[in-house]
């Protein structure tokens, strides 16, 4: 049975899976007027700023969803080129070569092969645990390239839900501090500003827990992918790579 993974630029299709489900809870919280109720009780306005970090992230989702899908078809290529045999990795001045079949050393796999080519095959057979670890650290930095900034968004995301909290609260007791009767009329009116208050605090916190769950999930998807991506490079140089 062929897996999910087999299928050509499986993690960019796997991305547009989750944001089809995505859009389409939008639309359905749009057509049930949960987002104009979220917009009307949220008077700090945080979940716009949430609303908008949050298409920010989706879109940087997006592009690094389909360089990491290209990335892995392109090392997915280079396996089957090879197959079961031993290839001479030979190193140019602009490109690398492998049995004919020419890389673009921009690429992540084009990279680390042209690193390993300049090392020569007698220098990484007798390399320390330290180079290689080095090595294999630097294929994992360009591999997960900017991912990192798409983390620090899920964080923001969150903490902007808790500092609607924060404000919603504050709103919410600055109407009973400046109550100086009370009256039913001024009861009514504390309780009205009360709820609004509390509707700030609920509603932003809805909005940022969503959102950072939403686009965390979207961004685990990117780690499988590049762990993906490197775990295939590893075993490719290591078992079928031999330096000319």
Known sequence: MKRFQDYDYWLFLAWLLITGFTVFGIIVCWNEGLLTLLYESDRSHISLVIGLLYLIGCGHCARRAYYLAGEIEHA????????????????GDDAISIDGHRLDPRSVLGEHLRVLARRGEDRIAQAQDGEQSTLVATLIAHAKGSQ????FLVDVLLKLGLLGTIVGFILMLGSVADTASLDVNTMQKVLKQMSNGMGTALYTTMAGLVGSMSLGLQYLLLDKGADALIERILRLTDAKLATA
Do not use: C, K, S
Request: glycine share 10%.
């Open 148 to 151: 990192d900034i798409g983390w």
């Open 76 to 91: 997915r290529a280079l396996d089957e080129h090879i197959g079961d045999r031993v290839a001479l990795l030979r190193p």
